[in-house]
């Protein structure tokens, strides 16, 4: 039984965790694990937003940049594509990208093919809006979740291996428990969301401290039928309705952003994948709603109900808290709701 | 705001509780509060077990033999008095005293009227079974929680008032939060239940340290017809069910016992009021099923969706965690899975 918490990133604790040393959970789970020369990662969400299908075409030739920047030199170690449409109605497309260093990351977005891109005044003359909403997680500052030890998805393709079974997890609080910081850190967050320049044309949203973000995926590509029916009909809807309901009501709750995306193909072929990506104002906002709503709790019980049933569906998280000089968020051509932009408040 | 842990029980912490200092609760929510001078209270639960309408008159008699002697010298501050059918088909009438002084029960419970009636030959020989379990927990090692602050049941009712708001509420692991041990004391609990002497005749049940019992009650007398009927109808099923299921299948779980009881006038009349009482092997046990067995969150669940439509429902719970040596439990003429005598070894 190993922690959560790599050797290397244990510390004189100031704070418990919740779990009692003597603690077992009831199921194996895994954790992604770095060589400790990796410090500091980088999600960089990168969207396209589109309206109604004359724009489609664009925005697909406009993802096919994107991740065709993604391989030029220093470009991502792991990337995938999807697409959500959003509380206005809008269609997006995402590429998130993953590097395990942020020098690289921060070569790759500097060279002219990428800064030059995003930079251009095009951008704001086209019939498609651009996102990048990038965030740097410390080791410290993040977490992973894996039932499973092989082809894991998001950052764990970008990182060394996993851990042997951890004991950190199948309770409310584990998430927190995982964190390195957690160990003398409460990581409540402060301040809020501003934002620069122009919402409907170029605008930056900046960040505060101890932002916290959700990647919670759901992989049913290799579940036999009867297993993909009963969690498409009796799992899946659980999960929308706590999905829209943070989409369009989580920002009293603190909630800065909900996506439930579709994995697709480049093509915009859907895969028999989703994840629901978030932002929150803090950590304990996302264990509150997580711990509390009914919506959550439902989709919970529907789930925990019929885990024995659903032995291939492969589901994984992984959670950041970042520093607000670990975040950049830019809008181009997109509607004011978009991201966080919708809680960013202007500056006096 | 104030915490759920009164002042002269505070000490310097060596274990973190799980809300920060900036946490705020949704709603309020006070405890119990004691003067200094209690330093231990005692809950004695005593039974009369029998079976079928013809030894109903002699347990209502055995019931009321019992209430009398509550009323001599030295007697609880409270009690009330209920009814249930256990998992092996038997009626059982519980009265279940309140002392806010051990001492003062030390003396009742060796007067001759009563320990004379108990040790007596002819509880063996009657047509009912008798049984008494009795906690006495330490002010540091018992909680309470009311959303009201008037005619307080159970320990409550012998206490001296109630707080204001507190903190440690409306999350997993609040319960824990307002337990004053758990300042420095995990509370995790160690050895196990043994039985001595005759489980079928008179027998005893040997606690073991940290034995947690929570009563957890629903008094619906004040309700307006609608709400009333919105209780029993859809969150009464479920909180039924979450509690036969401990019941029946709790013993994996570290459920020694439960009791999902109606309180009844002592001529067998039901209140409008029931509770549920059980003993779990440690607090932590406890806190793992209500936190994510299924039946427990869909009753959660059912109540918080109908929260706003039940005001004048009352609920409430008080939680202990007590000492081996604070514990008794005596078991005359009942059945071998009476109470904790369930999942008592015979010492080898």
Known sequence: MDSAIDRHLRCPRTLSRRASDDYRPPFPIVVARAHEDVTQVVMAYLGV???????????????????????????????????????????????VGYWRDPERYRRWSARPEVAGWWDADERLRAGVGV???????????????????????????????????????AYWGAMRDRIPRSQTDRMTGSGELEVRGDPAGRAVVVGHDDVAL???????????PGERELYLEEVEPELREAMDFLRDRGE????????????????????????????????DRLERWAESHPTHLSLFVAYVRRAKRLPRLRLYHEVSVVGADDQSYEYVNCHPATGLLRDARRPD
């Open 49 to 95: 937003q589109y309206r109604g299908d004359e724009h489609r075409a664009e925005a697909r030739e406009t993802l096919r940049r994107i991740v065709g920047q993604f391989g030029l030199d220093d470009g991502p170690g792991h990337h995938d594509t999807t697409h959500h449409r959003d509380a206005q109605g809008r269609d997006n497309l995402v590429a």
């Open 131 to 169: 996102f990048r909403e990038v965030v740097m997680p410390r080791v410290d500052g993040f977490e992973t979740l894996y039932p499973f030890t092989d082809g894991l998805p998001g950052v764990g393709a970008v990182l060394d291996g996993v851990s042997d079974e951890v004991q950190e997890h």
């Open 214 to 224: 959700i990647r919670s995926g759901q992989d049913w590509s290799g579940t036999e």
């Open 252 to 283: 009293r709750l603190g909630c800065y952003s909900n996506r439930y995306v579709r994995n697709v193909h480049l093509d915009g072929r859907p895969l028999d994948a989703t994840y629901a990506i978030s932002h929150w104002r803090s950590l």
